[in-house]
């Protein structure tokens, strides 16, 4: 069962510029996490934001959550050529982490 | 150093074959973790482990075997039933539900 569900599923932007990724989730969850992942490696845990937070900053990231409509965003500003990986959202609704399919991004310098 | 790790980095499999992965952990961490990631998907979880001697299935535990008989191990077995092995397989460990640590991975590919 995939709970999250990452919007785009791709991304292509210029050095410089900002990009968002969103994610939307179907059940009521205690926290949403972001991953990174690089072309063939592991996961990287960036950021989590609890159920009762609306908001969160680590640096050049920025995170969303409305637990209104279900769904997050993960902002990337001033985005550089090493930022390009791929992002997922994975969901805790009480049990076990549940990722999304993730979104692809590439900075082009 | 402390860390996650995973062996091999690559695992070539014949067909009929049982192949284990190793996972290992000095983070002290309670609870274990192993993924299917298939070529630009998300990740399925396989089995899970939240202490010592004691494992659940996770989605698709089906062909896939583990064992927890030591805190800093959990090694993946995946056998013969499993009918499309080929994929990246993760392993990863937390303290608690919030944050999970990974490993680098073992890519499986079935000849």
């Known amino acids: 069962s995939q709970q999250g569900e990452e919007d785009p599923q791709a991304l292509s932007i210029q050095e410089g510029e900002n990009a968002t990724m969103n994610c939307s989730y179907k059940?009521?969850?205690?926290?949403l996490q972001w991953y990174r992942q690089n072309s063939g490696r592991g996961l990287v845990h960036l950021i989590l934001?609890?159920?009762?937070?609306r908001e969160k900053h680590s640096g050049r990231l920025r995170v969303t959550l409305d637990t209104s409509k279900k769904s997050s965003s993960l902002l990337i500003t001033a985005s550089r050529a090493a930022d390009t990986a791929s992002y997922f959202c994975?969901?805790?609704?009480?049990?076990?982490?549940?990722f999304g399919g993730g979104t692809r991004l590439m900075v082009k310098p | 150093d402390g860390g996650i790790t995973q062996s091999p980095k690559y695992l070539f499999r014949k067909e009929g074959q049982n192949v284990t992965l190793s996972c290992e952990q000095n983070?002290?961490?309670?609870?274990m973790y192993w993924y299917r990631q298939d070529p630009g998907q998300g990740l399925r979880l396989i089995y899970y482990?939240?202490?010592?001697?004691?494992?659940q299935k996770g989605d698709i535990a089906e062909g896939y075997s583990v064992s927890r008989e030591k805190k800093e191990s959990f090694p993946l077995t995946v056998t013969s039933a499993q009918k499309n092995p080929t994929a990246f397989y993760l392993c990863?460990?937390?303290?608690?539900?919030?944050?999970?640590?990974f490993g680098p991975g073992t890519r499986l590919t079935v000849l």
């Open positions: 994975a969901t805790d609704a009480g049990n076990m982490l549940t």
């Open positions: 059940t009521s969850i205690n926290n």
């Open positions: 983070l002290n961490h309670d609870a």
């Open positions: 934001i609890r159920s009762n937070e």
């Open positions: 990863a460990s937390s303290i608690r539900r919030d944050t999970q640590y």
């Open positions: 482990s939240q202490i010592v001697n004691d494992f």
